[in-house]
């Protein structure tokens, strides 16, 4: 990494950790008469993600420019604008609806991701020819990107209607808001994983000369997309709107994790080198 690189990113690092503790901070004393502290004390989480979003930014520039590409051919990369995603969705959106709970758990996600991005090498290389595609990289990362985001938030709400039902707690929102902002989520999610599907065949036609092959990142990514639409559909056609689609929420998130990791670890087309 180059110096300013290692800063931001440290930043971020560091930034996320105090975020989690200050929310975990505001979870311990919400039953508690509040003193000045704690109120300080939660007041400032959100600044701290921000804090942790702007370090992370400047990190990806700055490994964009000394790559002279964007962020996304390599797992350290695509790791880093993961995070990234999830952190823009997380806080547009947990800040809209006022509720630490959903900065909390964003943050929580966003640093074990940062954590695993310090594992793994750090390149900055060239683009091969088949990745040199002027528009069609960075519009296919960009959806894939902000598809994960939301994702994320869809099984960050997902998993609190679930626990919620469990446990009882004044901090976790109700189940009501949950159903709606991970079906809202996960309907742009939707629609930003179609975009990346669409764009992804176009682009293997190109570079490989078929619209589909089965490599192991697609077929995780159709797979993805299935269950979402599924989630969709028993909501348009069923009405469900209790534990089942809360469920369908955590096990696409898990079919998202598994077509982000899938690559590095089964190979295939879209594989990364390994460290």
Not at 126 to 155: D, K, M, R
Not at 157 to 168: D, N, T, V
Not at 220 to 237: E, H, N, Q, S
Request: aromatic share 16%; proline share 4%; with cysteine.
């Amino acid at each position: 990494m180059g110096q300013i690189e290692t800063i931001t990113f440290v930043t971020a690092l560091v930034a996320l950790q105090l975020a989690l503790i200050l929310y975990v901070w505001g979870f311990i004393s919400v039953d508690v008469n509040k003193s000045s502290l704690d109120r300080a004390v939660s007041r400032y989480s959100l600044p701290a993600m921000l804090i942790a979003w702007l370090a992370l930014t400047v990190s990806l520039v700055m490994h964009a420019v000394r790559a002279g590409h964007i962020p996304a051919t390599d797992m350290y990369e695509f790791s880093m604008s993961f995070v990234w995603g999830i952190l823009s969705v997380v806080m547009v959106l947990g800040w809209r609806h006022r509720n630490n709970m959903i900065g909390a758990a964003g943050a929580l996600i966003t640093l074990a991701l940062l954590i695993y991005a310090f594992t793994l090498p750090v390149q900055h290389q060239p683009l091969s020819p088949l990745l040199n595609q002027t528009w069609l990289l960075p519009l296919h990362v960009s959806c894939a990107v902000i598809a994960y985001g939301l994702f994320t938030l869809g099984f960050v709400c997902g998993a609190l209607f679930l626990a919620g039902q469990r446990y009882k707690a004044s901090f976790v929102p109700s189940p009501v808001i949950l159903d709606r902002l991970g079906y809202r989520s996960s309907l742009m999610g939707f629609c930003f994983m179609t975009l990346v599907i669409v764009i992804g065949s176009i682009w293997a036609k190109i570079a490989w000369g078929s619209y589909w092959s089965w490599d192991p990142k697609e077929t995780a990514a159709l797979v993805t997309w299935l269950i979402y639409g599924f989630y969709l559909l028993t909501r348009w056609t069923l009405g469900w709107r209790d534990a089942r689609s809360a469920w369908f929420l955590v096990i696409g998130f898990l079919a998202v994790l598994v077509t982000f990791f899938g690559n590095f670890y089964f190979g295939g087309l879209h594989s990364y080198a390994a460290p």
